[in-house]
């Protein structure tokens, strides 16, 4: 039976609970247990997979085809145990699937009310996997006192409650303001979340504390003193330069000790650290910098490119070189002359994304690299700008385009060199989709299998002429392009295993121009770097050696 570790904010969100979780996570692995983190999100929404990156970050995509919160990708990175369907969930699928049992008749006529149903659904969906891993660690979205938040509060009150003693604990995440009027730190707001938490029953058994300025003994004496915790479980959190130190931060803080204390479990292993003390080993000893242009649409908000801005991050680790990635947004090009942009920089991104919007400034960017022999990495959408790019420039079809743009426009105005995709294989069946479907889940999610071409630089790469990747997208190259395509310099080095589906693109007689259908940072981790990531920022250091 595994143990239970709920992680709640409190005062205001964006505390960094999911770096919190994730990091604990990595400290229990030192220790030699194993675990698994969850997120349970309050908002309605079924999935995040229709949200708007301005609203809510990028979407990671699990093995198993769920679009979920990034937190998940905080998870994945900092433990290597791949997120499955079942790590997250959200108020939206808890309603849905209560609704969708008592249209079936489950519940036997019975007036459907939160308290049983939906605290049960909860209850169940956080039982999954129980016997798999010896801690589970289930992160709850926002802060306590928010109503929409109440149904997973009480439900965790009850879970608590229905298990053995010792088996659950809550680990709560505060701010202390600093106040530079008074040059004071202010417990009051942690007394307070505190108190909200134990009106409903609830109450922590460890407090981390964020800061901007150092907790003065005093200070951790008192917050003990008022919230009834131990005051060695009041853990001090600080603002660090990299995310990688967290694990490292969190240990020298005590945390990790804290909380098998609380769960009772003396003497507790010894850590081995090795792994985090090598991260940040080649974080803080590079022997150069590169600099990366990311040509993207939704360049105000770093969050929405999350896992690409550190999946560079440990391509740079490889290579023990920093990686200066720098936000472009792609819409300028279509005004300007990219090269005044993209000239001092080392290599070229260009990301996934929905829309029109930017399209044309991504084309030019990758016609740019090309051109100018510059290393370019595509990811899904980035793929299919070079593919557009090279059939204008190339191979003669001056109005090549996207389906997606003429649907979204409602008129045709390009030849589709990129198409809908209706169907396609997964598993031992065909998946058939429309163009009116619903957008919720309806796309090509998940891990699919490519085979390489033996001998192509994506074979090198990868070490391997067959690899997985996850997906997430509903428009594909279309594959009657290919040798109009082949015969000008753009190899189709990655299909699908049937031959249908491309999945890679390389330039032939380029140094390094990459373009892949799939997400290849989903899969980065920063003591296993993607090899896609590791070779680019490699081939962005030639270039920075040469210049």
Partial sequence: MARYIFITGGVVSSLGKGLASAALGA????RGYTVRLRKLDPYLNVDPGTMSPFEHGEVFVTDDGAETDLDLGHYERFTGVSARQTDSISSGRIYSNVLEKERRGDYLGKTIQVIPH?????KDFLRIGDDEVDFMLCEIGGTVGDIEGLPFFESIRQFIHERPRGQSILMHLTLLPYLAASGELKTKPTQHS???????GLAPDVLVCRSEHPIPDRELEKIALFCNVRKEHVIPAYDLKTIYEAPLAYHRAGLDQAVLDAFGITPAPKPNLTRWVDVMDRLTHAEGEVRVAIVGKYTQLEDAYKSIAEALTHGGM???TKVRAEWIDAEIFER???AAHLQDFHAILVPGGFGERGTEGKIKAAQFAREKKIPYLGICLGMQMAVIESARNLAGVANAGSEEFDHEAGAKRFTPVVYHLKEWIQGNHVVARKVGDDKGGTMRLGAYTAALTPGSHVAQIYGSTTIEERHRHRYEVDAKYIKQLETCGLIFSGMSPDGRLPEIVEVKDHPWFIGVQFHPELKSKPFAPHPLFA?????????ERLV
Avoid: G, M, Y
Wanted: hydrophobic share 45%; charged share 30%; proline share 3%.
């Fill in 27 to 30: 400290l229990l692995q030192a």
């Fill in 118 to 122: 939906v605290t049960n659904e909860i």
């Fill in 194 to 200: 505190v108190k909200e938490l134990q009106s409903i």
């Fill in 318 to 320: 490889a290579n023990r």
């Fill in 336 to 338: 300007e002359d990219p």
């Fill in 535 to 543: 070779d680019f920022v490699r081939a962005a250091k030639d270039v």
